[in-house]
């Protein structure tokens, strides 16, 4: 999946329950100083200017790592015992997706009182879930990880913990609302996943993915025109090779 952060195997709830997952975390791609410099200048086309530099290296991957611990997290089967993925057929995977991207969110005051965190961490936590959500293209149904992206836009749209200006095209973060927001929002998520139902399910979805030409694509097209590489191309190797020293990246420049 080209420049894949992280990944847990194997996928499958049975042999997960019997043997556990194992969590991959790739820090040279999570950290890596171009792919960075490619998604801030994005965050900075779509955020006013007093936001911007919240977004730093580190909020990504503390994100991240969170995200993969929030899929072992929450609902594992619905209340009468079925599996998600049967449940909720087609929204089982944006949802799981989405539970695990508010965990990340939802668990930093709790790990600041742990020690974990330190203050400086959150605002630029909040600034790699804020840059998360926002979308280039008007997502279709059948990406799980977009469809989840844009939920999460709208839901804190509505909650207040974005917000738009019409005449600049850009927005601001509410980091007093935002806890908020994510607290509301996954247990909404852990209620559906906990009850099953797929039609409720889909309904929720369909709620929450709205594309405005007003809103979205004006922030996008703002993001595209930060692109000056359409595609990145990660090419991986061996950590034990003899010759596995970084080959680097090769790109293909946006139009």
Known sequence: RSANTASILPNDAGPARRYGRTILLRRNIMESPELFDVARAAYAA???ESFVSAYRSGGGSNRTLWHEIGHYLGVDRTRDGRDLDLALEQA??????????????YVAPALLEMGFYKPEDLTPLY??????VLLKNKPDRSQPYQTMELMQWNYFMDKGALSFDAKTARLSV?????????????????????AGDAKAAEAYITKWTTWRDDLHERVAESMRSSEKYRFTCITYELLDAPDAAPRGMSRTAAP
């Open 174 to 194: 509410h980091q007093e609302r935002f806890h908020d927001a994510v607290t509301a929002m996954l247990r909404d998520v852990l209620e559906i996943q906990a």
């Open 46 to 48: 779509a955020m006013e």
């Open 92 to 105: 089982s995977a944006p949802l799981e997706e989405m539970k695990s991207d508010l965990v990340s969110l």
């Open 127 to 132: 600034a790699s879930g804020v840059r998360r």
